[in-house]
């Protein structure tokens, strides 16, 4: 991302009724919030590059190298005859439907392809999340109510032929 694209991604949010926004790329993010105070933070991979910008209520507070992407590390490889259902999204991982309701599935039930094995709440919305594959539960890997990255593996399955 240029300079010159920070500089309208400001224009553009100085003039229109959003209050914050967020672009990503595959190793930058761009954040720009506006108010009193707000800062506006840009990430970067190569050097960082000083940016000092007039726009009325917003102010440039750095501009750092981004951290290695957040990927959700495995506890362990999958066996050989294992695979992982993984997280679609990102969100908040429930194992039942509702507080008082049982699990959707226990270490060494058979699922089949298309079963819904969890809930994953993001931004206010319950996603359910089907299998992949049709076998049999070998391990959970996440905590009820944890939250999850993007292709966290969820459950390790060893499939059914």
């Known amino acids: 991302m240029q300079v010159k694209d920070i500089l309208e991604l400001l224009r553009f949010v100085s003039k229109s009724d959003f209050t914050e926004v967020t672009i990503e790329g595959p190793e930058w993010k761009v954040s720009v919030r506006r108010g009193a105070g707000a800062p506006v933070v840009v990430s970067a991979p190569a050097t960082p590059v ?11 507070t750095s501009v750092a190298p981004s951290p290695e992407p957040a990927k959700a590390a495995s506890p362990e490889p999958p066996k050989k005859n294992t695979v992982y259902i993984r997280s679609p999204m990102v969100g908040t991982f429930y194992r039942a439907p509702a507080p008082e309701k ?3 599935v226990q ?7 298309g079963q819904v094995v969890c809930i994953i709440e993001a931004m206010k919305l319950f996603n359910e999340i089907q299998s992949e594959v049709s076998g049999k539960i070998v391990r959970i890997l996440v905590e009820n109510a944890q939250p999850v990255e993007y292709d966290q ?9």
Do not use: H, N, R, W
């Open 153 to 161: 593996p969820l459950f390790e399955v060893e499939p059914i032929e």
């Open 102 to 104: 049982p699990p959707y």
């Open 50 to 60: 000083p940016v000092s910008l007039p726009v009325p209520a917003m102010s440039a």
């Open 107 to 113: 270490v060494g039930d058979i699922v089949q392809k």
